[in-house]
């Protein structure tokens, strides 16, 4: 099964940046990819999504200070973390979903591959 592969990620303090990377095989003009976050117990967030128009959304809890961006040539999907919280620490995973017009309407389960995961840890 295609599998996304993500990079990046580590641990840093509060107020510093990092970054992640998720690789695909193929990504298309035609699609939705996200990044999502889950901490053990709690529920999993989606807290940044582009769609093939460029078009962004991000949770209000990272507005602000995560970019996310996508490298068609490369067929790399990026997430920048900037001013990073330790209530930012969770396991951090992309996810791509082709031949939409929008991330309008794709739910989190309508998402066809998944990453891996990385964990982002921020200490105080």
């Known amino acids: 099964q295609e599998q996304l592969v993500q990079s990046g990620g580590g641990s840093a303090q509060a107020g510093g940046s990092l970054s992640l990377a998720c690789a695909a095989k193929?990504?298309?003009?035609?699609?939705?990819m996200a990044w999502f976050r889950q901490a053990p117990g709690k529920e999993r967030q989606r807290v940044a999504q582009?769609?093939?128009?460029?078009?962004?959304t991000y949770a209000d809890s990272v507005k602000g200070r995560f970019t996310i961006s996508v490298d068609n040539t490369k067929d790399i999907l990026y997430l920048q973390m900037n001013a990073l919280r330790p209530d930012d620490t969770e396991m951090y995973y992309c996810?791509?979903?082709?031949?939409?017009?929008?991330?309008?309407?794709?739910?989190?389960?309508?998402?066809?591959?998944w990453g891996q995961g990385t964990q982002v840890a921020v200490s105080s």
């Open positions: 582009i769609d093939g128009n460029g078009s962004t």
């Open positions: 193929y990504i298309g003009r035609r699609f939705c």
């Open positions: 996810a791509l979903e082709r031949g939409v017009s929008s991330c309008l309407r794709v739910g989190d389960a309508d998402f066809a591959f």
